[in-house]
């Protein structure tokens, strides 16, 4: 029950039954994590992400943004709650720590990591080796690892935090008291889908280099459709043969998708079986599972169609029959 | 001539009107309007031109596009009997739909997207299937019989006028903002509306060809009623889909084809089921009971439940906006989908009413009040 919570919907969607889906929204609402919106941020389509209970987190004046491959991260930090973790990550974004270093672990529904900085492509210079330090674990009871948060990884010893953070991507209530919230992703939506689309090992760690190329603070007033941000940039090349290499059909059912197929399957073969049944209720049901096995595949799958076309095209010609097909969703029931 | 020869002549007869109510209204409400605005704003240079056009459609929103979705809700809860006769669609459509919108308002960068990109793909499908019902019915009402396979060619030929520009948009993979919401890309391949564009064309030409044959060879001349939808939704979708001015007002065309079915469906069933005397009387009583309702009902739809749930919730009333309006419409989807078989005949009978029929000249041929237009033939 708790893992569907942390994983999230992904998980959720591995799961062959309706009533599986719907106990995991139903357990998400009782869930004491209450999702607040985020504070509009001028001329963007800013994603809403959820961060506090109750009160809104009042964010810096100074955001940061992370500019990769398949586009551009902005972050807001929260200096009140975790005023030592935002001073060191500003300190190091500025000193250019974070350019060249890579998320090495994506676990959908759970969070996108990036690698300690001392891993990075282009070696640390001594000047900021030196800025790194540890940084004490700030906790707050108004601020949860709800999607979109940062929170600071740390060892296996608490105040042992330094460069590595993890984007939430899904809720971890568990990671609560235990790592420091500080700051929220709030633009860049689509390039987090990019980035946690590319292929991964068993170890989910990407088999692609997912570099941060650069990393610079800005602030709050900027206009940040002038700095030419992108959300969601194509992606080069060698990650699409990537991603296309990898999307084999055993990867593809072993994933999430395979069992939506077979909620699919047998929504379709319940329906088609039983609608000369009368009343009709069964078929109805059928249709129902195909209407929902039909929304999870889509979850699931736009991100990877997008970077391959034929599944695209399957899916949006499969909506289009399932378009069709609810169109003979009931009958009248006969009164008499 | 002989008595016998005489009585052998068959009497005048009085060919009804395939119209609900008349020629021109008629005309407008299933399709022509939107030709009369799309001619006009080309025309005029001002196709382009998004504002006014934003601001007048605008206007119109809550006293056309709002009821008609009302108007389905109304049809679908106002009696016990049609809730029984639909428990599906009336109790667990809007219980998942309930999920859905949870789960948007929940993981709004997950979950709302996807079920936002569901309902604008499902919107102009659900356009193409009332642009056929609607043609079908006038063909029925003039008693012109469309054959099987033209049909199908009608059907190929709409629903690809909706398939060519929605697959086109999807070509890129750059997000689509939707009231501040980032929606995905699909990423579709190119080949994919180039290949609706042919069939869309080639079932164009299938469909006028065979009946210009039939006009031609057979004198079975279609009526001019039956071609007024497909032309609109041709209209609508690909000359239109590329003005913005007149993109703005495509809903409202839409609601207005519903509106007036509805409506008049919504008069003759309430008048046969509470066995009221058709009188002008009642025409405008319902008329303004009925629309008052739908467009009350509209605004709690479209304004005040966004309102609430942007309350409870905490999210800006654009996201609330966007995510209870594509819960509220594909519900209207469904509804839609299951109440308006014309195969049925509890559906097919009323919607071959006239307006004469509830205003109370049933037979006569006359006129009321510049309504009411039969054409008397041989």
Known sequence: MNKSRVEGLRVASGSISFTGFMSFLFLSILSNTTTRASSPESQLAVAQLPVTRGAIARSSTERVVFHTQVGDLVFALFPDSAPKTVAQFLKLVKAGVYNSTHFYRIEPGFILQTANAEDRLIPLTPVQKALIENIPDEFSTSLHHVPGVLSMAHGDTPNSGQTSFSILLGNAPHLDGKYTVFGKLIFGQRTLANLISVPRDAENLPKVNLQIQHAFGVDSGTNLLSLGLVDGAPMPPEMLAAISAAMTLPVLWSGPLGPCLLLGIFGLALFFLSSRIDPRSIASLGLLAVLVAGFLIFVNAVPIAQHNRILGGALALGWIGIFRLMGHFESPRNLE | ?378
């Open chain 2, 1 to 378: 001539m002989t008595p016998q020869s005489i009585l052998s002549i068959p009497p005048p007869t009085v060919r009804k009107s395939p119209y609900f109510i008349n020629g021109f209204v008629d005309f407008i409400c299933i399709g022509g309007a939107s030709i009369i605005v799309y001619l006009t704003l080309y025309l005029l240079g001002k196709d382009g031109e998004s504002a006014t056009a934003f601001s007048l459609s605008g206007a119109l929103v809550a006293i056309c596009n709002w009821p008609h979705f009302s108007a389905t809700s109304y049809r679908l809860y106002s009696s016990k009997d049609t809730i029984r006769q639909y428990p599906m669609t009336a109790i667990l459509i809007p219980i998942l739909l309930g999920f859905a919108l949870v789960g948007s308002f929940w993981y709004p960068t997950f979950i709302a997207p996807y079920f936002i990109k569901i309902f604008l793909l499902w919107s102009p499908y659900h356009y193409s299937g009332q642009s056929v019902g609607v043609t079908m019915l006038y063909a029925r009402r003039a008693g012109f019989k469309v054959e099987s396979w033209e049909r199908q060619a009608l059907v190929v030929f709409l629903f690809s006028t909706y398939l060519v520009p929605t697959f086109l948009s999807e070509t890129g993979l750059q997000a689509a903002p939707y009231y501040g919401i980032s929606l995905p890309g699909l990423g579709l391949p190119l080949w994919l509306p180039i290949l609706f564009r042919w069939m869309m064309y080639g079932a164009l030409v299938t469909f006028v060809a065979s009946l210009g044959w039939r006009a031609f060879a057979k004198r079975e001349i279609p009526p001019f009623a039956l071609w007024i939808p497909p032309a609109a939704q041709f209209i609508w979708f690909i000359p239109g889909g590329m003005s913005p001015a007149f993109n703005t007002f495509v809903p409202l065309f839409h609601s207005l084809q519903y509106l007036m079915i509805a409506w008049a469906m919504q008069l003759k069933e309430k008048l046969d089921r509470d066995g009221i005397q058709p009188s002008p009387r009642y025409v405008w009583g319902e008329t303004i009971r009925w629309g008052g309702i739908n467009i009350a009902g509209g605004a709690l739809l479209f304004y005040v439940f966004p309102l609430t749930a942007s309350w409870v919730t905490g999210r800006t009333f654009a996201f609330a906006t966007a995510a209870v309006i594509s819960a509220v419409q594909v519900h209207h989807f469904f509804v839609d989908g299951v109440i308006w078989r014309l195969k049925r005949k509890s559906v097919a009978s009323p919607l071959m009413m006239r307006l004469s029929d509830v205003m109370g000249d049933v037979g006569t041929g006359t006129r009321i009040s510049g309504f009411i237009e039969q054409v008397p033939t041989s």
